[in-house]
């Protein structure tokens, strides 16, 4: 065997000259690891995210044990089996065309390899099994020593609070029954099982309770705005002037005190009917927590929920597919890492702080990004976020919300690990997210109105090829990473579109309208539309 193709896959010198023995290789190993994090509900009152203390820690020797490839493929007979096969003729072959039909033979093999893994994730999986799932690596000398260090620097638990999840942990939530499986084009089978339609009801009913809170929540703040201003009013007319000529008795009102008593009027009129609304909405709100009491006493007597085995399966397999589109057709699809396609430092590669810095970079420039509007209630909601340890390019949005719940469900983002260019593979899923919400709120007239309609009637208008979608995502990559800087980018019409319907913040347009005419244009309709009331 060739001595590098043999460092390669971890063949030493006082390993001999013969390949490990297939039973030797994979015997039955009880070295455990579990890789998870928990889910909770969506917190509405959050604004913003909290950008973490650090991005790295000391590099942990995750890569070092001699047994790390061994344990990987331990308990996962054919898959296992088949995919060391065809790594072990990819690595040796030498012909270009040889090494080529090989790659092509191992992406399937790897796949299966992966959910077989996957089916597992309910118990405490070794910790090479998780590496596998988590960073592709299957085998630790695919990449160089300096690769393994920096990947041993990567923080593995989640300690920002933000629902971003490596794929050994979004396994385990779907595994636990914490989050709902991911939606898929297949039709659903219509007899569902019990815990199934309880679930789907329980989310239903959270998204409710969500809504109604952030209605109580509105009103609350507005009455006791309400009621600030009657006190401030009260202390005004309670203020009089002093006539000394008098011995220092109190004159009668003054303008001011008399335009306040006109206020307080106002204002206590406005009281009384939002002290109306309110009792409405704390009956509203007392019913839906009523069923959803009764629904969560039916959960609890079906016991844990734990998703079958097949469901997992069907995760896994949207895990690959989610892949597939970050990817590309014209992509690298070969699914393990490798030193020649890792590019770059720790700061290039996908981790969950990263994404992290980088969303709070793209929502600073599109603060509207994260909110949704239902029933005349705005919050802000992250989708949920899985690092897929691929080389695609871009991110995707693969639902933007889920359909038991549009009012406060998270909906989820799938972002490569190993793009060429971090910041517009996340902005990529950003442009995603944006494009279909908008495409669910126009609903039939997503070609007429809104921000989708005024975009698709200028792309028609130009008669360009290629799907609208991925133009206006390309399109909003430029926004967000040349626009917001001054760097005239876009087409003028699709600068006035974004403008309109996806703003910068005030403090940025500030300093654009100085940048150029066409900002300055921009900024001066702003103010136009301002004084209209068709703004």
């Known amino acids: 065997m060739d001595p590098d193709v043999a460092d390669l896959i971890g063949i030493g010198d006082d390993a001999g000259d013969e390949t490990p023995d297939f039973s030797d ?62 790594l072990g003729q990819f690595l040796q072959a030498q012909d270009p065309q040889d090494r080529s039909m090989h790659r092509g033979r191992l992406i399937p093999a790897y796949w299966d390899l992966f959910a077989s893994i996957a089916r597992k994730i309910s118990s405490r999986l070794p910790q090479p099994k998780v590496m596998v799932l988590r960073f592709g690596l299957l085998l630790p000398t695919m990449v160089s020593a300096e690769q393994r260090t920096m990947l041993g620097q990567v923080i593995m638990d989640n300690q920002t609070g933000e629902p971003i999840y490596y794929v050994d942990e979004w396994l385990g939530e779907v595994a636990r029954g914490r989050v709902s499986t991911s939606a898929t084009d297949e039709t659903k089978p219509s007899n569902r099982r019990e815990p199934d339609k309880i679930n789907a009801l329980l989310e239903k009913n959270r998204g409710k309770r969500d809504a109604q809170l952030n209605v109580v929540r509105n009103a609350v703040t507005e009455m006791a705005s309400l009621e600030d201003e009657l006190k401030e009013r009260v202390d005004i007319i309670g203020s009089h002037d002093l006539r000394p000529e008098y011995e220092n008795m109190p004159s009668p009102y003054n303008d001011m005190q008399r335009s306040a008593i006109g206020e307080i009027t106002n204002i206590m009129r406005r009281l009384a009917i939002l002290n109306k609304e309110l009792t409405s909405h704390y009956r509203e709100l007392d019913s839906i927590m009523d069923q959803l009491q009764e629904l969560e006493e039916r959960e609890e007597e079906a016991g844990e929920v734990r998703v079958d085995v097949k469901e997992i399966s069907e995760e896994a397999n949207t895990v690959r597919q989610m892949t597939k589109l970050c990817v590309g057709r014209q992509g690298n699809h070969f699914p393990l890492l490798m030193r020649q396609y890792l590019r770059g430092t720790l700061m290039d590669v996908g981790t969950r702080e990263n994404v992290l810095n980088m969303l709070a970079d793209a929502e600073y420039f599109d603060p509207g990004v994260f909110l949704r509007t239902f029933k005349m209630q705005t919050n802000r909601i992250v989708p949920n976020v899985i690092l897929l340890p691929c080389f695609g390019d871009q991110g995707v949005c693969w639902e933007p919300f889920e359909r038991y719940n549009r009012a406060s469900s998270r909906g989820r983002l799938a972002i490569p690990m190993y793009p060429k260019d971090l910041r517009s593979a996340v902005v990529a899923a950003l442009g995603d997210l944006r494009w279909q919400i908008a495409k669910e709120k126009a609903q039939h007239y997503w070609m007429e109105e809104g921000l989708t309609g005024w975009y698709y009637q200028w792309f028609e208008g130009r008669r360009t090829r290629g799907d609208v979608k991925d133009a206006f995502i390309q399109d909003y990559i430029l926004w967000i990473t040349k626009e917001s800087e001054g760097t005239q980018k876009l087409d003028r019409e699709v600068r006035g579109i974004f403008w309109r319907y996806m703003p910068f913040p005030q403090e940025v347009k500030e300093k654009l309208k100085n940048r150029g005419f066409v900002y300055s244009e921009l900024y001066k309709k702003d103010i136009n539309r301002s004084m209209s009331d068709g703004y």
């Open 25 to 86: 290789l994979f015997g039955d190993t009880s070295d455990s690891d579990d890789g998870g994090g928990d889910s909770g509900p969506v917190d509405l009152s959050v604004r913003t995210f909290t950008r973490p203390a650090r991005i790295e820690e000391e590099s942990k020797p995750l890569f070092s044990d001699k047994d790390y490839y061994k344990t990987a493929l331990t308990g996962e007979g054919d898959a296992s089996k088949r995919t060391h096969t065809i």
